[in-house]
């Protein structure tokens, strides 16, 4: 008889919208989730878009988005009925201080994890700061380092909350992996944080607070316009784009707009950082002017054809019609809803015990459920006092970002994580600084990504090394990879060659489109993903071009949810002694993170599109200027209630202004006279003012910032300091959730190439000397 990977977990949700989708993560993985609501029901259910002219409480497409899957109760703190249901749960989701939904202690349910989710943690001194999606970007540096040099944005659909969902996800499985209660305290900012990839943590040695390029990545345009839309196609050079540069000096030619800046250059030499920015605008006129000539789709297909790394800016209508989804059967009708989001990822299984992982039932009426007859649980028999996954060995393949990051969840919370590299072939992002005196060690962002892995340099085109690498999987719980499809079938290292052998593997393969559908094939990196997806067509200003959020989005949000999917993988295994497979498509999670932007096309036909850092929810909702330079502040005005204390702070007061209908129609005029107000202060001057009134203002910060002077950060111990074996004291940023007993942080610094070949060789697999000396005079390991 098949089961769910979480079959049996049960899961109170008291929460609020910033963990509303971490609930809905578990729900789809197959954990029993109970969202219990105040009378009147969560506010989410009055969040638009809504279904139709609907607006009554089960009509929000954000709410069905995110509470598909549950069950909903209603009924007041004190309600006897509750202390029931809460001895019974394994895992309780709160938001503690988010207005409208129930705020219980932990103590109501000493047994269970209880994940307190946050905008700053549960101490230090802003712990009592309000802040929504747009203040925890704000707060993280990724909203100061997004937009154009004139203004900081935010992404319109909220990325913070994104972010948020998978690592609650996540957080509950790793304290259930314990083996003890657990009260997980996790900090939106430190979340949102991390999804900058290299930004607070490496500032002592890039020396970069952030820079908003607008269309640019670097020094060259990445969002191009053509004839109906926008593609992402980056001029960057590197070993991985060399054949895209060379698919384009083709169409080039074949259309006459072949220039001297173009025909005959050496890519596999191109560097565009040694260029002048003449010369790189001689490289980019013919390539706008090709890219006009044609139509998003035309440039797509062919991108299919030839595996040039180009990327239609998708909006749903693009999204809805690609052969990819329809193939991998991502969207379907669930309930009156069409075109629902199904699941996170594609699961299996040698023995096809295991069953789907999608959305079983939609979101649930309010108060429709029935209390369930739970028996009380009893906390697990103690696993010592050490961190989350104690014991847990893990083998990473691949190069990259995505991998990388998922991985580094383990590391961080115990995991032996064992990271296989070529010095043959060394990945990317070392490659990115060769040209460095550090040579492949100096890799800001490579060594961002690998805190506290231990790296073994194998052949893999040696069939003695592809034997090492099978001794290592035999060795290990667990295989991550995030190569291209065709690779680790290449090597004999698939997972049906590999379950063969072990049955009880967890493994995970994660790349942009995943492993099957007619463009599984198709190459990109987070750029790509980005803009297919539709994180680009909703970051922006209106009337402007399309962006994307800083750090390529899918790089930082798809490990989240590999992390969660590897965690259900491993808890299923802990209880039914089988293994299982994760497909999982960087798109299809950051497609999934925006389904109730893709349910108001598919339920309305309508195409939410940038609406700049503005909101339909609130009025004000945006950044603005403070004293100094580059510097602002964002502030957004929840309720009329809190419309009213603001308006008398700053001077605003009209009674004409008291709704939010009458806010929304002189939108422009409110924030004129706002800007007037916080240009003639400092950021930190307003926001503590305005959070003193309980009004949600928070400075925007850049990299500098947050390493230099932020005391929330450094009372949570955000960064870690370890000496690198080549760049001498670095800095590591910790995810953004810590377990109250179960210690976390790195082992150590990220490791240099191969720094562990002959230790894991000799100690972890048992080899002699004298076997470890043959591989390596044959070139098996490096």
């Known amino acids: 008889m098949s089961e769910t990977l979480l079959q049996g977990v049960r899961v109170v949700e008291l929460a609020g919208e910033p963990a509303a989708l971490g609930g809905r993560i578990l729900a789809d993985l197959g954990a029993q989730v109970v969202k219990v609501e105040p ?35 209603v009924c007041e703190a004190g309600d006897p009925r509750l202390a029931a249901l809460l001895a019974g749960a394994d895992v309780v989701l709160d938001t503690p201080g988010w207005p409208g939904v129930l705020s219980l202690a932990p103590e109501r349910a000493p047994q269970a994890v209880w994940v307190r989710v946050t905008p700053f943690g549960l101490a230090g001194p802003r712990a009592d700061w309000r802040a929504s999606d747009l203040g925890v970007l704000a707060a993280s540096g990724n909203m100061y380092a997004t937009g154009f040099p004139d203004s900081p944005v935010r992404c319109t659909e909220p990325s913070g909350y994104a972010h948020v969902g998978p690592d609650v996800a996540f957080s509950a499985l790793a304290g259930l992996a314990s083996g003890r209660p657990q009260v997980v305290d996790l900090s939106m900012q430190e979340t949102v944080m991390v999804a900058n990839m290299t930004g607070a943590g490496k500032f002592p040695r890039t020396r970069n607070r952030g820079r908003r390029g607008g269309a640019q990545v670097g020094r060259t345009r990445e969002i191009w316009r053509c004839r109906d839309g926008y593609v992402s196609f980056g001029l960057r050079g590197g070993r991985a784009r060399v054949p895209s540069l060379r698919i384009i000096e083709g169409m080039l030619e074949e259309e006459g707009l072949a220039t001297p800046a173009w025909s005959g ?24 002017a090709l890219f006009a000539r044609h139509t998003m789709l035309e440039l797509f297909e062919k991108a299919c054809e030839t595996n040039l790394m180009l990327a239609s800016a998708n909006s749903p209508r693009e999204i809805y019609a690609s052969a990819q989804a329809a193939a991998r059967e991502m969207f379907s009708k669930l309930g009156d809803l069409d075109g629902f989001p199904q699941r996170i990822c594609l699961v299996a299984s040698a023995d096809d015990e295991v069953e789907p992982i999608r959305v079983r039932a939609p979101a649930p009426r309010l108060g429709a459920g029935s209390w369930p007859a739970w028996e009380p649980r009893r906390p697990g028999a103690r696993r010592g006092r050490g961190p989350a996954f104690e014991g847990l060995k893990l083998v990473e393949f691949g190069a990259g970002a995505a991998g990388p990051i998922a991985a580094r969840y383990f590391a961080e919370h115990g995991a032996t994580v064992v990271k296989v590299e070529s010095k043959s072939r060394p990945e990317f992002l070392r490659m990115m600084a060769a040209k460095s005196p550090e040579g492949l060690e100096g890799s800001p962002i490579f060594d961002a990504l690998n805190a506290g892995k231990r790296s073994v340099a194998i052949n893999l085109k040696h069939p003695d090394g592809v034997l090492v690498a099978k001794r290592l999987i035999a060795w290990a719980d667990a295989v991550l990879e995030n190569f291209a499809p065709k690779a680790m079938r290449g090597f004999g290292l698939d997972y049906e060659t590999l379950a063969a052998e072990k049955p009880d593997l967890v493994m995970i393969s994660t790349c942009l489109y995943g492993q099957t559908g007619p463009h599984r094939n198709y190459p990109g990196f987070g750029g790509q993903g980005s803009a297919l997806s539709g994180f680009n067509y909703l970051t922006g200003w209106p ?13 930082s949000l798809a490990p989240r949810f590999a992390a969660a999917a590897l965690a259900a993988g491993l808890h299923y295994r802990r209880r039914t002694g089988r293994g299982v497979y994760f497909d999982l498509s960087q798109v299809e999670v950051a497609q999934f993170a925006l389904s109730p932007w893709l349910l108001d096309f598919a339920n309305n036909g309508a195409i939410g599109s940038r609406m700049g850092n503005r909101s339909p929810r609130a009025v004000p909702h945006g950044a603005f200027p403070c004293r100094g330079e580059d510097r602002w502040v964002a502030i957004a005005a929840w309720s009329d209630a809190e419309w009213e204390r603001l308006a008398r702070l700053v001077g605003l007061a009209d009674p004409s202004l ?52 932020d005391a929330q950060l450094r009372a949570r111990g955000h960064f870690q300091v370890f000496p690198h074996a080549v760049l001498g004291e670095s800095h590591y940023e910790r995810n953004g959730f810590r377990l109250s007993d179960a210690p976390g942080g790195y082992p150590g610094p990220s490791p240099t190439l191969g720094q562990h070949t002959r230790e894991v060789l000799r100690e972890l697999l048992g080899l002699k000397e004298a076997e470890v000396a043959r591989l390596e005079k044959a070139g098996a390991i490096e």
């Open 39 to 73: 009378p009147g029901g969560d506010p989410l259910r009055g969040a638009p878009p809504f279904q139709g002219a609907r607006r009554d409480a089960e009509a929000s497409l954000r709410f069905a988005a995110w509470n598909a899957g549950k069950e909903s109760l």
């Open 543 to 555: 009337d402007g071009e399309p962006i994307g959020p800083f750090g390529t989005i899918t790089d």
């Open 658 to 709: 008291a709704r939010l209908e009458a806010r929304l129609a002189r939108v422009d005029e409110i924030e004129a006279a706002l800007a007037r107000f916080t240009r003639e202060r400092s950021r930190e001057e307003v926001a503590k003012a305005l959070q003193a009134q309980g009004i949600e203002a928070v400075p925007v910060l850049d990299f500098g910032d947050l390493f230099e002077d």
């Open 265 to 288: 250059r050496d890519w596999e030499r191109y560097d565009p950082d040694e260029l002048s920015d003449a010369d790189l605008r001689l490289l980019e006129e013919p390539v706008a």
